[in-house]
Each structure stands twice: as structure tokens, then as C-alpha cells.
């Protein structure tokens, strides 16, 4: 049996019969005025963290959600998109298929603004998704990917970049983690599953990223999620798991590299009214501007010792130098 295999027998199992304790999401679920959630799309909310972010559902946007879990995002995203199918949701596994199609009738006895046709649910997998190029302005994903090994990522990854419009945006919630662990680890297919073992370091989350075409990255959180300790997994060192969202979107690619804002921001605090690099940023006087790392990189190579650079937060909500 392959490693997706063993997954789809975890989220059938997950499908069936809920399990709270299958992930457990690291940040509050959304509540918008006069949203409902149905407690059964509570307790089969399979994910890390939230890819429902109200700054990027403006202008009724067709959206794409990938592993639809119990359909609570599949639900808030529909709140900002209420027209026939503009919302489609994709799972591989039948039975959570199912299990949605039933929460969203629940969904319409609670919410009066809410028709179980603003979702199409559809059969297919992330590495061949059943929708056409260039289509989607907002697509996501709540802690899928990390299931996948690299060449699979890969796929993914394209499948995504292919189904969007230009500029459109890939929001995702992934485990991360920055130590290394060991093949016994690495290759239990359950931990995999369950988004833990699959975890890789940030720096090549957002390769992968760079490397499908995306042009500009944002890191909007960074959460603890996980610990794999000694007492309990194969491992001789407690292994430490963070989650992440991200922002993908499909910009072109600039010439020097792609734009990867993790949260820092620039100070000019000179004796000018502002500071200007003739590159396109200018730093109004003792007014913080975000700017993305490569930005961060360039402005510190000049040696100004009137401009302060912050470390990265990753945390990352707009009105960046790019």
C-alpha cells in the first residue's frame, strides 16, 4: 500500500466517524456576521490553520478548495462568494464527499443566506485536478500538502499554478519544521498522513513555491503546533512542529528573484524628509514600510546607519514595498 493510499484509508475512517483529535487548528475558526457553522463541520475540521482570509475574497471570486474535510471552509468561503458553483470543492475520498454534501444541508437550516449550489463538490485528486487552466482567482489548501513526498509536492504545486488566473492567489496552512528527522519518521506512512512527518523547513516550503513560478510569497502566521517527543515516537531528540499560512501568488517572476515578504519592515530615521533607493522604495521619515527580504537584503548592503531593519516575523498583512 502507497502512502496515499494510507491516507485516504485515514480521512474514509475520518469521514465515517469524526475525530476531533485528528488535527487541531491553531488560531480561531472565523465567525463573520450572520455565519453559522454547523458543529459537525466544526468537529471535522482537518486542518492547521485558516486559508479564509477576507482580504483576499474581494469582487465574488471563483475559489477552489482542495481536501474538503467536513466543508467548514468550503462554508465560510461561500459567504464571500454567493453565486451557483463559484465555489468547488475537490477530495479524492468519497465518503468526505459525502459526509459535506450532508453538513451543507445542515448549513442551509442554519443560515438563511446559504444554498448548498454555491459549492460544487467534485471527485479528483491534487495532483490531477478536474478544473480547467486559468480559471480560479482564490485557491486553497488547510494542511494537504504536507502530506505529499517532493516529486509529488511538485505536482501539486503545478496543478495549482496551472488552475489559476494570473495573478491569482494560492493560500495554504502547512506543518512546518526546521529540525531534521529520521527515516523511521519520515517514512511512517500514518504520521505522513496525519501532517506530521512530511514537515519540511520553511526555507524549502517556499522553494517549492519559487521553483512552480509563483512570484511573490507571503508569510501571514507562524504558529507552534507539534512536538514528536522521545516518549512517544521514534525519535532521540523531541522534534519541534510549527504551522504556517502562506499567500502564493501568481505574479510574474522578477528578474532578481521573487519577492518573499516574511514580515520584515525598513525605519529610515535620518535628517531628510524621506529616504529613497532609486530601486522603487522610498522610506517616508520614521514611518515603518514592510518590505520583502530581498528588499531587506539590498537596503542593508548600502550600510545607511539611519535605517533600521527589522528581524522577520513572520507575520505579513500587506502594504509592502513591491
Not at 511573490?216 to 504558529?223: F, N, P, S, V
Not at 522521545?230 to 501568488?249: D, K, Q
Not at 530581498?294 to 500587506?318: C, P, R, V, W
Request: aromatic share 10%; hydrophobic share 35%.
Amino acid at each position: 500500500m502507497s502512502y496515499l493510499e494510507t491516507t485516504k484509508d485515514v480521512y474514509r475512517d475520518a469521514a465515517l466517524t469524526p475525530d476531533v483529535g485528528l488535527c487541531c487548528t491553531t488560531n480561531p475558526i472565523w465567525q463573520f456576521p450572520g455565519l453559522e457553522i454547523p458543529s459537525i463541520m466544526k468537529e471535522m475540521n482537518y486542518g492547521c490553520g485558516s486559508t479564509v482570509h477576507p482580504s483576499d475574497l474581494t469582487n465574488n471570486p471563483k475559489i477552489l478548495y482542495v481536501g474538503v474535510g467536513g466543508g467548514m471552509e468550503l462554508l465560510q468561503f461561500a459567504y464571500f462568494s454567493r453565486e451557483k458553483e463559484n465555489v468547488i470543492g475537490v477530495d479524492v475520498v468519497e465518503e468526505m464527499l459525502d459526509a459535506s454534501r450532508k453538513n451543507f444541508q445542515e448549513a442551509e437550516k442554519l443560515n438563511s443566506w446559504f444554498k448548498a449550489e454555491y459549492v460544487e463538490l467534485k471527485k479528483g485528486d491534487a495532483l490531477h485536478l478536474p478544473v480547467e487552466d486559468g480559471c480560479i482567482d482564490v485557491a486553497a489548501q488547510n494542511c494537504l500538502f504536507n502530506i505529499f513526498k517532493k516529486d509529488d509536492l511538485k505536482r501539486a504545486l503545478e496543478e495549482m499554478y496551472r488552475v489559476l488566473k494570473p495573478h491569482g492567489r494560492l493560500v495554504m496552512s502547512d506543518p512546518i519544521c526546521e529540525q531534521k528527522m529520521n527515516d523511521t519518521l519520515r517514512n511512517d506512512e500514518r504520521l505522513r498522513a496525519l501532517c506530521l512527518s512530511g514537515s519540511i523547513p520553511m526555507k524549502e516550503y517556499i522553494k517549492m513555491l519559487t521553483d512552480v513560478g509563483f512570484g511573490t510569497i507571503e508569510i501571514r502566521a507562524k504558529h507552534p503546533y507539534r512536538v514528536l517527543d522521545t516518549n512517544h515516537y521514534e525519535t532521540e531528540e523531541n522534534i519541534f512542529i510549527e504551522s504556517i499560512e502562506v499567500c502564493a501568488i501568481k505574479d510574474p517572476m522578477p528578474k532578481d528573484g521573487p519577492c518573499v515578504f516574511t514580515g520584515k519592515s525598513a525605519i529610515y530615521f535620518g535628517s531628510e524628509e524621506y529616504f529613497d533607493d532609486k530601486k522603487g522604495h522610498v522610506l517616508m521619515n520614521n514611518q515603518p514600510l514592510s518590505i520583502c527580504d530581498k528588499t531587506a537584503m539590498a537596503i542593508a548592503s548600502l550600510g545607511q546607519k539611519d535605517i533600521y531593519i527589522s528581524e522577520s516575523t513572520f507575520h505579513y498583512n500587506g502594504g509592502g514595498c513591491c
